[in-house]
T-cell receptor
Framework: DQQVKQNSPSLSVQEGRISILNCDYT??????FLWYKKYPAEGPTFLIS?????DKNEDGRFTVFLNKSAKHLSLHIVPSQPGDSAVYFC???????????????FGQGTILTVHP | DGGITQSPKYLFRKEGQNVTLSCEQN?????MYWYRQDPGQGLRLIYY???????QKGDIAEGYSVSREKKESFPLTVTSAQKNPTAFYLC?????????????FGPGTRLTVT
C-alpha cells in the first residue's frame, strides 16, 4: 500500500522555466512533509519542508505548497537550472504515537531534467 | 566536519554469505535509520533506532538484522535469508528532540550479490 505517491516518473523542463513536482498522500495522520534531492550513487539531501499548519513554505528558488483537503503537495522550482537535474523525493511523517515518531514514508521519486 | 559515513561505497558478495554494512554518525543524533533503494522505487525503511540498545523493524525487515550498541554506530547485516539483497543501501540519522523530522543521509553503499 503506497501511502505517498509521485505519479510522474520523470519531468523535462527548459532552463529558466518553472518545474512543478507533485506528490499525493493517503494517510491523514501525516502532518509534516519534506522534499529531498538525490543525485545518482549519492545520499538524498534535504531541500525544504512544510508543516500541516501551513499551506506554503518558501526558500529561495524552492516553494512547497500543501493542499490538505486534497492530500496533495507540490514543489515549485523557479527558475529551473541545469544543476537542478536530479531525482526528487517527497516524504511524509506524522506522530502516530510511540515508536513511529520521526519515521518518514517516501514516494517513488521523480527524475527532473533541466535542459540548457 | 559533522556527518554520516558509510563504508564501503561498493560491496560485492557471493550468494549465501552474510555481509555487514557500516554506518557511523558524529552529529550526536539520537535516531538512526536504514533504507534500501531499488530502481524506480522510493526509499524503503528496513530498520530504525531511536535510542541505544533499542531498534524497531521497518517495512521490509525480513532478512536483515541490526545492532545499536553505541549512539554513533548502527551497522546493518544483510543475511543469506534476504531474497533480493542487491540494492543501494542508505543510512540516515535525525535528532529526536525539537520535533524535527529532517533526516540526514550518508553517501550510501551499493551491494551486489551474485
Amino acid at each position: 500500500d503506497q501511502q505517498v505517491k509521485q505519479n510522474s516518473p520523470s519531468l523535462s523542463v527548459q532552463e529558466g522555466r518553472i518545474s512543478i513536482l507533485n506528490c499525493d498522500y493517503t494517510n491523514s495522520m501525516f502532518d509534516y512533509f519534506l522534499w529531498y534531492k538525490k543525485y545518482p550513487a549519492e545520499g538524498p539531501t534535504f531541500l525544504i519542508s512544510i508543516s500541516s499548519i501551513k499551506d506554503k513554505n518558501e526558500d529561495g528558488r524552492f516553494t512547497v505548497f500543501l493542499n490538505k483537503s486534497a492530500k496533495h503537495l507540490s514543489l515549485h522550482i523557479v527558475p529551473s537550472q541545469p544543476g537542478d537535474s536530479a531525482v526528487y523525493f517527497c516524504a511524509a511523517s506524522g506522530y502516530a504515537g510511540g515508536t513511529s515518531y520521526g519515521k518518514l514514508t517516501f514516494g517513488q521519486g521523480t527524475i527532473l531534467t533541466v535542459h540548457p | 566536519d559533522g556527518g554520516i559515513t558509510q563504508s564501503p561505497k561498493y560491496l560485492f558478495r557471493k550468494e549465501g554469505q552474510n555481509v555487514t554494512l557500516s554506518c557511523e554518525q558524529n552529529l550526536n543524533h539520537d535516531a538512526m535509520y536504514w533504507y534500501r533503494q531499488d530502481p524506480g522505487q522510493g526509499l524503503r525503511l528496513i530498520y530504525y533506532s531511536q535510542i541505544v540498545n533499542d531498534f524497531q523493524k521497518g517495512d521490509i525487515a525480513e532478512g536483515y538484522s541490526v545492532s545499536r550498541e553505541k549512539k554513533e554506530s548502527f551497522p546493518l547485516t544483510v543475511t543469506s535469508a534476504q531474497k533480493n539483497p542487491t540494492a543501494f543501501y542508505l543510512c540516515a540519522s535525525s535528532p529526536i528532540a525539537g520535533g524535527s523530522y529532517e533526516q540526514y543521509f550518508g553517501p550510501g553503499t551499493r551491494l551486489t550479490v551474485t
